[in-house]
């Protein structure tokens, strides 16, 4: 009997004890789960961008330093074209150019690139020599064009990280206006196309930017056509309706005036006076959806009438273009542009501002681009069909500028590491 109750009584106890015990528990802070450590060479990088064809290295060599991860890539390619009526040129001061030729053997890429793109403090700077080649306009040799351009650091800025929302940058950077990046491994089509024509490309100045769920967001104060004078006014503002829809609006005024004939004529090539001194806006929309990407957009330049600094009449452009590009399998795909331009004005006007092909010209492109890549190996082939009409006497194709169209055949292969 004694020894039952003696049981119950510590049967009593020890559940009691426990009731104290978790209650005590309860009261006791509970200490989360430490946050794993950030991944190391897993930042979302500054650049370069890349089209939908040839795809930027999904595993870009990087290694750790004190001051955060540092990533290195590039791209070496080369490129073979013929085309028709080879345009007329003007060779600048001081730079080795050689003629717009029928055809020609070159280098396309030979270049690299450095990045920190974690933490406060980032940055980029991308190296080397680098052909652009643009419908309806004269091709150069690499090394002139690298020179008469962007010189061999085409890209070098700092970026600092205010918090999730903003940041700040400046330096020397791909501009915010257009739908086309500058280089040709960045690109759907091997070509530049004639809206490009119309855009400022690399930009010295300083931006800031702002990003939150669907929207993002950029305005600039930069030296426009890398004139080096810093009046030009930019902005960028994106929507990302969904994983399919992305709507874009960009553009940008030159604030200032400069007579940019009244420098070296070597700088002719990155800086037209007309293009330095006008405005321009753009507006795109762009469906992805597996296989398949399109993205339409308008464009408008205007430069309005200044004597003083060799602009003797307004000019507009108004434009618009659509490109596209269809992976039949993961190296594969097929890409393509449409374009039209036109320029204000009559054919008859004896006084005006060239903007295109004369007073009241126009033009439109046709672009076919199969590419087929193999990991960081691409090749490609591209025939591109340019025609003009109402062109101003001597400001067509061909050496006496008469010519009113012109194709192009291009080979291009390398690799992007």
Not at 7 to 23: K, Y
Not at 38 to 57: D, M, Q, R, V, Y
Not at 175 to 195: D, K, M, V, W, Y
Not at 382 to 390: G, L, M, R, S
């Amino acid at each position: 009997m004694r020894s039952g109750r003696i049981s119950s009584i510590l049967t009593a106890l020890g559940t009691a004890a426990l009731v104290t015990g978790s209650a005590a528990a309860a009261d006791l802070p509970v200490r989360a789960a430490p946050a794993p450590a950030p991944e190391a060479c897993k930042a979302t990088l500054l650049g370069p961008s890349f089209g939908p064809t040839i795809k930027a290295n999904p595993d870009p060599f990087c290694f750790p330093t004190p001051v955060g991860d540092i990533y290195v890539g590039g791209a070496l390619s080369g490129y073979a074209y013929t085309q028709s009526s080879p345009t007329p040129f003007v060779t600048p001061v001081g730079v080795p150019f050689s003629s717009d030729r029928g055809d020609r053997i070159d280098f396309t890429n030979l270049q690299a690139w450095i990045q920190k793109a974690d933490g406060p403090f980032q940055f980029f700077v991308q190296a080397g020599a680098y052909s652009i080649p643009g419908l309806g306009l004269p091709i150069y040799n690499t090394f002139a064009q690298t020179d008469a351009l962007f010189t061999p650091l085409p890209i070098a800025y700092g970026k600092f990280v205010i918090n999730d929302l903003f940041s700040v940058q400046g330096g020397r950077m791909p501009t915010l206006i257009g739908s086309e990046a500058p280089f040709t491994f960045q690109n759907i089509n091997i070509s530049r196309g004639l809206l490009f024509n119309q855009e400022n490309v690399i930009n010295q100045g300083v931006q800031v930017n702002f990003a939150d769920g669907p929207w993002s967001a950029s305005v600039a104060g930069t030296d426009g056509f890398f004139s080096g004078e810093i009046t030009w006014f930019t902005g960028a503002v994106t929507y990302k309706l969904d994983d399919n829809n992305t709507f874009g609006v960009n553009g940008g005024l030159n604030l200032g005036r400069q007579n940019t004939t009244l420098r070296s004529l070597r700088y002719q090539f990155a800086t037209p006076n007309a293009l330095q001194n006008s405005g321009i806006f753009s507006a795109n929309y762009t469906y992805s959806n597996g296989p398949l990407t399109i993205t339409p957009y308008f464009q408008f330049t205007n430069v309005e009438r200044d004597p003083g600094i060799g602009i003797l009449a307004t000019a507009s452009t108004y434009s618009g273009a659509v490109l596209a590009a269809y992976s039949f399998t993961d190296n594969f795909s097929l890409g393509g542009r449409f374009e039209y331009i036109a320029q204000s004005g009559r054919p008859t006007d004896l006084v005006f501002t060239n903007l295109l092909y004369g007073p009241g010209s126009s033009a439109l492109s046709i672009t076919v681009t199969p590419t087929f890549t193999y990991d960081r190996f691409f090749l490609r082939g591209e025939y591109a069909h340019v025609a003009i009409f109402d062109s101003a006497a001597g400001f067509g194709f061909g050496r006496a500028g008469t010519r009113t169209a012109q194709d192009r055949f291009l080979l291009e292969t390398g690799i992007t590491f």
